[in-house]
């Protein structure tokens, strides 16, 4: 086997990700995974419309929200009562082009990404598993080891690649070899989740959680009629078991409390749920994605796709990097721009989680009176809900601290995402399915500028200037320098290339 420029350890979404974006700019990777069959169950379901916006670069948005389920609404249950509906539908229009929740069950998602990646010419190597790895000056050499029959026999063999990068989950054997801590705690709660079959007033396409006095349920549908997942915490009285909670142990509890007529569980499993950071995102030349580098509770659906952002924030520098663009000073960036969000989400993610299972007198009273009958009314005020949105959707991700973000023009700043605005039809994100620099500029680009792109080689696109750029915040003639990863670098208002040449200079990159 040739040597690869990235071992990529896990083939989950996160492996797949960075797989994905590396040979889409021309870098070689290996990707192997301990599991000898792809995945078969649900796991992580929602996938944010910022994921779906990057998607475009490989152009599979589009089959992933034909393959999804959209969530019209998400209704409040207590104590077996329907306390009130809030419509999602299109909740994030004008912000976006996708504007809506999307579920999509984890094995569908990965199946597609696997099938995106064969066609480009990359298999998953299962049943291999990391066991150790050093660098070696300019290298990684990593041991692998594999099953090679039924009897439970193994082989093992030596692969050497410039770099590593550990997408291999919350026990991640990269994490592990590079001794880095991963610091949190364990929720003392036991989680359930299923897959079910059924019929019933919240089998019917739209989302539902029921807060009770002692537990809470959700439930996320699959499809209009029949198929839904459902989880929650276990009450008391099962969580004694300990191991031996079936589905049995929680099936009462979801009739009584969502009305549930359950025809097949096809898939039930329990857990506890943990929030924990990584102390570093980088050791040398391994680098660790998505639950190898933090994890945290389940609440808006955020895990999967923050590790799916990690695998292209980082997927853009590699290739930079091996491609002799850049330093591996770029790469500091890595860890200095995802980690500061992973320390805010779980933080985040934790309040909220303790809210929804705390058992103390206020949170219960919060749960069961004041959210059933607040959040549809807030739901009907158009800031209200885009604010929910834009952070559940992670749009708001910016990134406006890095030292690769400089740069402000009006309300736009250097390390933001590009408002996305459509006139007629022209569409102001068409041009960020490429996964190259660029320069936008709405209005006119001065004449020294478009000299400068031709000879960088820096795609240039200019827009018509009209009210609608200027109501999204950006400026006539300004500069909007775009990274790979569809980020803003700079926001230059007076549009002269000197500027970005001297960025380029700054962060010793040499396109």
């Known amino acids: 086997m040739s040597r690869p420029d990235v071992l990529i350890v896990g083939a989950g979404p996160t492996g797949l990700v960075t797989a994905l974006w590396l040979v889409k700019q021309g870098i070689s990777v290996r990707i192997i995974d301990k599991v000898r069959a792809d995945a078969s169950t649900s796991r992580a379901l929602a996938i944010q419309a910022r994921t779906l916006e990057l998607y475009r670069q490989l152009d599979i948005a589009e089959d992933v929200v034909a393959k999804g389920h959209k969530i019209q609404a998400t209704n409040v249950w207590s104590e077996g009562s329907h306390r009130g509906r809030i419509p999602i539908g299109d909740i994030g229009s004008g912000l976006t082009p996708y504007p809506f929740i999307h579920i999509l069950s984890q094995d569908q998602h990965e199946r597609l990404l696997e099938d995106r990646l064969n066609a480009l010419g990359v298999q998953v190597e299962r049943d291999r598993e990391l066991v150790d790895f050093a660098e070696n000056g300019s290298s990684i050499i990593a041991q692998l080891r594999k099953r090679v029959d039924g009897n439970g026999d193994e082989d093992t063999e030596t692969s050497e690649a410039t770099f590593i990068v550990g997408c291999d989950g919350a026990h991640s054997a990269v994490r592990r070899v590079s001794e880095i801590d991963y610091a949190g705690a364990t929720y003392s709660h036991i989680f359930f989740v299923a897959d079910i079959e059924g019929s019933g007033p919240a089998i019917n396409g739209e989302a539902h959680v029921t807060f009770n006095q002692s537990e809470f349920m959700l439930l996320f549908p699959y499809d209009d009629n029949r198929r839904a997942r459902i989880s929650g915490a276990v009450d008391d009285q099962a969580a004694g078991k300990g191991v031996d909670i079936t589905f049995e142990d929680v099936r009462s509890e979801m009739i009584r409390t969502l009305g549930l007529q359950i025809d097949k569980v096809n898939w039930f499993s329990t857990y506890r749920s943990h ?73 985040t993610t934790d309040s909220g989680f303790n809210l929804v299972i705390s058992q103390g007198y206020f949170a219960r009273i919060l749960r069961t009176w004041v959210v059933p009958y607040v959040a549809p009314m807030l739901a009907k005020i158009d800031h209200a809900r885009h604010k929910v949105f834009q952070r559940v959707s992670q749009i708001m991700i910016n990134y406006r601290h890095s030292a690769l973000s400089t740069g402000a023009v009006g309300s736009i700043h250097g390390g933001d995402r590009l408002p996305w605005v459509t006139v007629g039809d022209i569409d102001n994100f068409e041009s960020l399915k490429s996964i190259t620099w660029q320069v936008h500029v709405y209005g006119e680009p001065k004449e020294d500028l478009l000299t400068w ?20 915040g950006l400026q006539a003639e300004a500069a909007y320098l775009i990274r790979p990863d569809t980020y803003i670098a700079i926001a230059e208002p007076s549009g002269d290339s000197q500027v970005l040449q001297k960025y380029f200079e700054d962060i010793g990159l040499d396109l």
């Open 275 to 347: 929030h924990r950071v990584a102390a570093a995102f980088r050791k040398g030349r391994a680098f660790l994605v998505g639950d190898a580098a933090h994890i945290h509770s389940p609440v808006g659906g955020q895990g999967m796709n923050t590790g799916i952002g990690d695998a292209i924030n980082l997927a853009w520098k590699l290739a930079a990097v091996i491609k002799g663009q850049a330093t591996l000073d770029l790469l500091e960036s890595y860890e200095k721009e995802r980690r500061a969000f992973a320390t805010q989400l779980v933080n």
């Open 453 to 472: 792109c031709q000879s960088k080689n820096i795609p240039l696109h200019t827009f018509s200037w009209g009210e609608k750029y200027r109501a999204a």
